[in-house]
């Protein structure tokens, strides 16, 4: 189950992700070039607030069937000495917690927007602040905390 779940959680990231970065495009572009909040960009911004629920929800089910994070909170003092086990039993848990509460508050707050270019604003924003702590402490082949593969088979 373990290999199946982190496969599935890997592959989701890289959906996840694209819609990520298609989604701020459109908000820098609405909020610098002023356009108005359209359909489509409703679409995406809800696709991927479902998406990052849905790879916490993944990522919460790992996180129990984890034999790094079983390590990790065996003895938490001694788990704080090991890189990896910290990593993934402290670390990438709560910067990525932290990721999907500011993408579910920039979707949030732009619902109470007067403007357009206000909506657009305060999504860029606050999924820009969501990508940055995505981008720290995802594990991959480039990652500064946690080295791991880019993809992973089923």
Do not use: C
């Not at 909020?31 to 696709?47: P, R």
């Not at 001694?78 to 890189?83: L, S």
């Not at 910067?95 to 999907?100: R, S």
């Amino acid at each position: 189950m373990y290999p199946h779940l982190l496969a599935t959680h890997n592959a989701l990231r890289w959906v996840f992700l694209a819609f990520l970065l298609v989604s701020l495009v459109q908000s820098y572009s609405g909020w610098f070039g002023n356009k108005s909040y359209t359909k489509q960009a409703n679409t995406i911004k809800t696709i991927t607030v479902s998406l990052v629920h849905l790879q916490l929800i993944v990522g919460l089910i790992l996180y129990f069937v984890s034999p790094l994070v079983a390590g990790f909170l065996e003895n938490v003092g001694e788990g704080m000495k090991e890189k990896d086990l910290r990593f993934f039993g402290m670390e990438h848990f709560i910067m990525m917690v932290f990721a999907v509460i500011a993408i579910t508050i920039g979707s949030a707050k732009s619902k109470r927007q007067a403007s357009d270019t206000a909506k657009y604003k305060t999504i860029a924003i606050w999924f820009t602040v969501a990508l940055v702590l995505i981008l720290l402490a995802a594990p991959s082949e480039f990652s500064p905390m946690n080295y791991r593969p880019n993809f992973r088979s089923f």
